[in-house]
Each structure stands twice: as structure tokens, then as C-alpha cells.
């Protein structure tokens, strides 16, 4: 296995923690020892299943111990996994499977099992996987890469089609590296899991068992539950996306998590508001980190996250942020552009249509279809994604600005916005809100808020209130 560095992660970590806890989740504690113990077993099954190098295995299991056990028994065997989202419907399985082409699901059934008969029920110790073999000619990957694939990850497909991204077992561990010269986490560290794993597993997971932090897995986003567990097991870490950040700070108790050393916001913007009211309500400053599958966590406010909730924060050692106009040329400090990063840990290969790496660079740097601008001392900020820019009366507008005025009202739980066509101006802004249960709020009064704090153009023209709106499985706001 000596061309298998992620499965060696495992390995170590069970010679070096064997008693210490690797998970917290629903079926009590798991040590590093017995974590790679269930791994060897469940890898040496597929195997004997035919699983191997050169084949795509899609893992379907719930957050928890199975989870990892079947991420680390998969990547063991040689070939590379492809997580799948528990909760997804079948007919957006049957999507996955057939568009990645893979060999194999294996699946713990908690979502309902996919296929009716499995060849093999593979038993491990408190629960089962079921794996079907599935009759595919492809090659994986259908092109020679330098380094053999470990994962590979359907991006959210918030504003377009997702697309495969491939990373190999090298680039999984550069990026892990990477990540926690900035994370700073080792062998006493107890991360809060709220996310879900399928979406969240390479700068996370992976990284937690290679430097020997455990994981306590919430079974919900109630803040009465992240918070006992947070207390019970003298977290220190806690990783959550805005919404949880959210439901946390409007928490009503007075129970605090004095364990946490850092609170961090990934998979969306999140507002000073937010920051500022989770802030008043646990003592903690909340800090955003920029994660992107194609990369890894280039990005974090450690340094100004009190100052600057707002901002997405400094490259992390290696990586190197560009701002950049149309045509691709550097834009100086405080102007908004195309946000470029090049750094270690980059994707291989996208899947279908299969693009190496080295096609999608522009100048050594992944595009990453966001406007961002940075600061003369090297500060990032967000401005919305590219896909999602609204333009009105040739002024670009950025749905997740006006977002953030109408979420900072407290009737208000969510909102989306987007354009409609105008036949002065182009296109006009109008938006959809959702409420928090058994709060009301005046349409007018709302719009009259947003006028008072936006600009006339970017101001909502007609707004909606829903009973809810479409996210991504990992979380992300999906725009129609």
C-alpha cells in the first residue's frame, strides 16, 4: 500500500491513538485502534469483491462512524470513492451513477436501500453495509493522472451543471497539510460535526484522523444539541455553515460552549450580523474560511475576525490569491475581480467532460467563478459568485449583498434573491424571504429597510415570503 498515502493516515493514526477517541456519534465512542481495525475489515471484503485500483466505488452512508470507515476502507483498496449524499432522492442517484460511470455503491441503507438485493451484506460491528457491483466498461480515470485518484466530488451545482472533480491520493494530502498550517489542530482537539460528511470529508475528516482530532457528531442542527455535546466532550472546534451559525446565535438559553478555541463558517458567505450576534451570545468570535473542492482551504480569518466577520481572510501558507479582470490581468488592492488561487493540494481532473488540470488553469491559477476583492494588507472579501451576478443598467449586482441586508432583519430566517427582465433597465431586482416560525413581517416595510441601506439599483423591487427555499445538499442556497 505504499502508493496509498490517505489510507496511510489511517494506519498511523491507529499505531499512534490506539485508545484515543477518533468519533462520537450515535453508537457511543470509537477509538483511532478500532476505527483502522473495521476499516481492514471492510476493505479486505471488497476486495475479495473484486474493488481495486482503476475502479469509482460510490459511498452512500449517513453521518458517523460507517461513514469514515467506508471513505477509509474504499481509498485502502486502491480504487477512489465517490460520496453520495444519503438524503439525495433516487432518481438524482440514478444521475450520479450513471453520469460518473461507477463500478460499485456501498451503501449503509439509512436513506433506504438503493438497490432492492445486494451482492454481498458485509456485517461490521454494530451495523452493515450492502454493496452492488454495477456492469460498467469505463475506465477510471479514462486518461493516465501522475498520482492515483483517491476522491472524487460532485461541485454543489448552485448556478449550473456540477461537474466531477477528481483529487489524487497525493493532492489530498498537500491540501491537508496545507490546511492545518492554519488550523493548528492536533491530539486533544474535539471538532462539533454538524455538516454533511458526503460534502465535507478531505480538509476535514481526513485531516481530523491525520492529526488526531476527534469528531462528535450532532444528529441535528438544534443549538440546545450542538451545545451540550459541545460541552460534553470539551470541544474546541466547531465547524458549521452559516445556518448553523445562525440557529446557534438566536439560541434563547444562557449555556455557553467555553471549550471552543475557534468557531468557524465555511460553504457560504455569512454576515457581520450573524458574527456579531453569535459573538454576543457565546463569547466567541466566528471566523470565515474559504473552501473549495477544486482546492481545499486556501483561505481563513483568523486575524481579523473580529474587526472583519465579513471577510473570507489571508492565503494560508503556499497559496497565492489573485484578483483579475476579464482578461485576465491583475487588478490592483480594492478593486473587485475574478478571484484566482494557485497553490498545493489543487484537483487532478475534472470527470465528464474529462479536462486535466493543467487545461482549466489560466497562468497556473483555478478561476473560481467568484468576485472578490483584497485589501492592500492582503484581506479577501467576497463580493458573489460570478454566475449568480445580476446586471442592471450595466452595474453588476451581487444577490448575496442584498441577501445579507434582508437576513439581518430577525423575522427573517432565509432569502433569495434574483433578477426578471426589464425592458428600461435590463433586468430588476425582486426576491423570495422565508420566515422564522410564528414571526410576520410588512412587505413594505421590509422594502423600505433595504432602500434605507442599498443603493437604488440594488434594491428589491417586489419581494415574497415562501414557506422555504431550495438548498444544495451541502447547505448552499440554489439559484434557479
Not at 76 to 93: C, D, F, S, W
Not at 285 to 306: C, F, T
Not at 391 to 399: A, C, Y
Amino acid at each position: 500500500m505504499d502508493g496509498l498515502p490517505v489510507y496511510e493516515i489511517l494506519r498511523e493514526a491507529g499505531r499512534r491513538w490506539p485508545e484515543q477517541p477518533a468519533i462520537h456519534d450515535e453508537w457511543g465512542s470509537l477509538s483511532f485502534g478500532q476505527l483502522l481495525e473495521e476499516a481492514e475489515k471492510l476493505k479486505r471484503c471488497l476486495m475479495d469483491l473484486g474493488v481495486g485500483q482503476g475502479k469509482l466505488i460510490g459511498l452512500r452512508a449517513r453521518n458517523g462512524r460507517y461513514f469514515l470507515i467506508g471513505l477509509f476502507a474504499i481509498v485502502g483498496t486502491g480504487a477512489a470513492v465517490l460520496p453520495i449524499y444519503h438524503q439525495l432522492r433516487k432518481e438524482e442517484i440514478d444521475s450520479v451513477l450513471l453520469e460518473a460511470g461507477l463500478h460499485g455503491l456501498l451503501d449503509d441503507r439509512s436513506g433506504g436501500p438503493y438497490f432492492q438485493l445486494g451482492d454481498e451484506l458485509i456485517r461490521l460491528e454494530s451495523d452493515s453495509f450492502q454493496y452492488n457491483s454495477i456492469p460498467s466498461a469505463s475506465l477510471f480515470p479514462p486518461f493516465p493522472l501522475n498520482d492515483p485518484p483517491a476522491f472524487v466530488r460532485f461541485t454543489s451545482g448552485t448556478t449550473g451543471k456540477s461537474k466531477g472533480v477528481v483529487i489524487s491520493q497525493v493532492a489530498a494530502i498537500e491540501r491537508i497539510e496545507a490546511a492545518n498550517a492554519g488550523l493548528g489542530l492536533g491530539p486533544g482537539d474535539t471538532v462539533i460535526w454538524v455538516l454533511p460528511m458526503a460534502y465535507h470529508f478531505v480538509v476535514s475528516l481526513v485531516l481530523y484522523v491525520r492529526f488526531g482530532v476527534a469528531i462528535a457528531v450532532s444528529r441535528d442542527f438544534l443549538a440546545r444539541h450542538i451545545i451540550g455535546l459541545a460541552n460534553r466532550y470539551s470541544a474546541t472546534l466547531l465547524y458549521a455553515s452559516p445556518l448553523q451559525i445562525r440557529l446557534l446565535a438566536a439560541d434563547q438559553g444562557t449555556e455557553r460552549m467555553p471549550s471552543l478555541k475557534k468557531v468557524i463558517s465555511t460553504s457560504a458567505g455569512i454576515s457581520s450580523d450573524i458574527c456579531q450576534a453569535f459573538s454576543r451570545r457565546f463569547a466567541k468570535d466566528v471566523s470565515q474560511a474559504y473552501g473549495i473542492i477544486e482546492i481545499g482551504l486556501p483561505l481563513l480569518n483568523s486575524r481579523k475576525s473580529s474587526d472583519e466577520p465579513d471577510a473570507v481572510g489571508y492565503p494560508l501558507p503556499g497559496y497565492t490569491i489573485a484578483i483579475l479582470d476579464e482578461q485576465h490581468n491583475p487588478l490592483p488592492a480594492g478593486r473587485v475581480g475574478q478571484l484566482g488561487i494557485r497553490g498545493p493540494g489543487m484537483f487532478d481532473a475534472y470527470l465528464l467532460p474529462f479536462e486535466k488540470r493543467e487545461k482549466v488553469l489560466v497562468n497556473g491559477y483555478f478561476l473560481t467563478a467568484d468576485y472578490a476583492s483584497q485589501d492592500p494588507d492582503g484581506l479577501v472579501r467576497i463580493a458573489g459568485r460570478a454566475k449568480s451576478v445580476i446586471n442592471v443598467s450595466g452595474i453588476k449586482v451581487f444577490p448575496e449583498e442584498i441577501e445579507a441586508v434582508l437576513e439581518s432583519i430577525p423575522e427573517i430566517k432565509m432569502a433569495r434573491i434574483q433578477s426578471v427582465p426589464h425592458k428600461l433597465l435590463g433586468q430588476v431586482i425582486e426576491g423570495e424571504i422565508v420566515l422564522h416560525e410564528g414571526t410576520s413581517v410588512d412587505i413594505e416595510a421590509v422594502l423600505t429597510y433595504c432602500r434605507k441601506r442599498l443603493s437604488n439599483f440594488k434594491s428589491p423591487q417586489r419581494l415574497r415570503i415562501v414557506t422555504e427555499l431550495p438548498l444544495t445538499g451541502s447547505g448552499k442556497l440554489m439559484r434557479s
